[in-house]
């Protein structure tokens, strides 16, 4: 059997932070739409709290969450914070009154981010930010390289830690790397989506993180027939072996499952110890293939 235990931890490649390899992704805190505050704003409270006294330390955010929302929700919740803990934010989007995600990628637009998270958050510096390049059906190409360069010129003012990037392709990686160091990449991936199979193997061997969202597709859970088949048969949740499938993707990935309910929460931690055989594997591999010829 192979064996990922939720202890694995991951050092981010440049620094001194330490992270369990099963974080928390806050932007189910907000609420609906992920707009405005959550209905019961101490049950997010609780979830957050929870989360950190189960050895979570890396806790994923956006100030446009909200937007402010989950920011001080997290604040309120954890403040002050753990000296472990790492808190991920993003920039490169907005949300105006109509409640769209509208890009946010001028120099005014990310020097007031930074001072946004910051405020929000209750940090003198942010640990790591990584930048959203918003499109409309995923990744698009297209440089990146003036967003990027604002970034890395924060970072030597001392108000950034570490850059990563978010929704983006291989070459605006690379294209990024010219610039600065990249800390972390977080795109679209799971058991269906694999489009970045070759990106996530290019990032482990440089030892960078590779942090997957939309675990299960989406907000609406992956419809496939194997993934329900081996869930009941391992008796674990559909979410569960598709997180697990992920710690053993390749060692680098970093998980962000978010949720609003204390024992979903539990759920998901519970995750990162299921082994998985290599017949499973090769079950579950088989869901791309799947995914691909079902009708759309």
């Known amino acids: 059997m192979i064996e990922v235990m939720f202890s694995g931890r991951y050092t981010l490649p440049g620094s001194r932070l330490t992270v369990q390899r099963m974080g928390y992704g806050a932007m189910q805190l907000a609420g609906p739409g992920v707009w405005g505050p959550p209905r019961d704003p101490q049950a997010a409270v609780a979830v957050l709290r929870e989360a950190v006294d189960a050895g979570v330390n890396h806790i994923d955010t956006a100030d446009f969450y909200g937007p402010h929302v989950t920011n001080q929700l997290i604040r309120e919740a954890l403040h002050p914070y753990p000296a472990e803990l790492v808190i991920v934010t993003k920039l490169g989007a907005r949300r105006p009154p109509d409640r769209s995600w509208q890009p946010a990628n001028a120099r005014e ?8 998270n910051l405020r929000h958050l209750g940090l003198d510096a942010l640990d790591v930010v990584n930048y959203r390049v918003v499109g409309r059906h995923g990744p698009e190409e297209g440089s990146i ?15 950034i830690r570490h850059i990563g990037l978010s929704n983006v392709t291989a070459h605006q990686v690379l294209e ?14 799971n058991l269906a989506h694999r489009h970045d199979d070759g990106l996530i193997d290019t990032l482990a061997g440089q030892g960078i ?21 081996i ?3 391992l008796e674990y949740t559909q979410m569960q072996i598709a997180l697990a499938w992920l710690l053993h993707r390749a060692p680098n990935i970093l998980l962000i499952p978010g949720t609003s309910s204390v024992d979903h929460l539990h759920e998901n931690l519970a995750a990162g110890q299921i082994s998985l055989s290599p017949q499973v594997l090769a079950e579950l591999d088989g869901v791309a293939s799947e995914s691909a010829t079902a009708p759309h």
Do not use: K, M, W
């Open 109 to 116: 637009d990310l020097v007031r981010g930074v001072h946004d």
């Open 145 to 159: 390289a003036e967003p990027v360069s604002i970034l890395a010129d924060l970072r030597r003012q001392g108000l």
């Open 176 to 189: 990024a790397q010219s610039i600065t160091d990249i800390a972390c990449v977080q795109n679209h991936y």
């Open 209 to 229: 993180p590779y942090v997957p969202f939309f675990p299960l597709g989406g907000f609406t859970p992956l419809q496939s027939a194997a993934l329900s088949a």
């Open 231 to 233: 869930a009941r048969r």
